[in-house]
T-cell receptor, first 115, second 116 residues
Framework: EAQVTQNPRYLITVTGKKLTVTCSQNMNHEYMSWYRQDPGLGLRQIYYSMNVEVTDKGDVPEGYKVSRKEKRNFPLILESPSPNQTSLYFC??????????????FGPGTRLTVL | AQKVTQAQTEISVVEKEDVTLDCVYETRDTTYYLFWYKQPPSGELVFLIRRNSFDEQNEISGRYSWNFQKSTSSFNFTITASQVVDSAVYFCALSPFNQAGTALIFGKGTTLSVSS
């Protein structure tokens, strides 16, 4: 089944404790992105990647890191989480091109709480 | 600036009613993509439809239909004979053609509640 998977789905942590949210896709997509969803602010892009070793900032990159060492994986790293990073996080993947390309398919989401 | 506006924050209907969700967008690009996504209470984001700016044909898929009007910068979504399972938050989104697959500008969403 074609899908984007994220782990963990739920995480409660404390301020300053480094964490990684993993994202993996099995659709051989070149593009991957991370978003956060907050009440009243909607969905905002954190980082995106157009290929292995190619990443770029989205709208709200502060406090986050990403890496793309393999095509299928795009982990999101919070090196020193703070309470304002409490949010629902989504990973997405997409292929470029006209024929069906450009559509971002989303993972199930990771609900993060930073105390 | 690129922007997507979903003016209806919440809509409540009774089962079997038809409901239209409005979406108005702003962009200076001549080519772009428009999308609708559904977020049910379980929280995942489900892709519903993608439309190219150069294709203004309306689309129907079962009880769902979409009306794209470039002249009014609107991409409205109609659910015919709504069902309780249609209860969700619906997002309209815009992607510039040259950023397709990376940039996705979302509206704030419309929460649809369908009661039996």
């Amino acid at each position: 089944e074609a899908q984007v998977t994220q782990n963990p789905r739920y995480l409660i942590t404390v301020t300053g404790k480094k964490l990684t949210v993993t994202c993996s896709q099995n659709m051989n997509h070149e593009y991957m992105s991370w978003y956060r969803q907050d009440p009243g602010l909607g969905l905002r892009q954190i980082y995106y990647s157009m290929n292995v070793e190619v990443t770029d900032k989205g709208d709200v990159p502060e406090g986050y890191k990403v890496s793309r060492k393999e095509k299928r994986n795009f982990p999101l790293i919070l090196e020193s989480p703070s309470p304002n990073q409490t949010s629902l996080y989504f990973c997405a993947s997409s292929s470029p091109g006209l024929a069906g390309g450009g559509t971002q398919y989303f993972g199930p989401g990771t609900r993060l709480t930073v105390l | 600036a690129q922007k997507v506006t979903q003016a209806q924050t919440e809509i409540s209907v009774v089962e079997k009613e038809d409901v239209t969700l409005d979406c108005v967008y702003e962009t200076r690009d001549t080519t772009y993509y428009l999308f609708w996504y559904k977020q049910p209470p379980s929280g995942e984001l489900v892709f519903l439809i993608r439309r190219n700016s150069f294709d203004e044909q309306n689309e129907i898929s079962g009880r769902y239909s979409w009306n794209f009007q470039k002249s009014t910068s609107s991409f409205n979504f109609t659910i015919t004979a709504s069902q309780v399972v249609d209860s969700a938050v619906y997002f309209c989104a815009l992607s510039p053609f040259n950023q397709a697959g990376t940039a996705l500008i979302f509206g704030k969403g419309t929460t649809l509640s369908v009661s039996s």
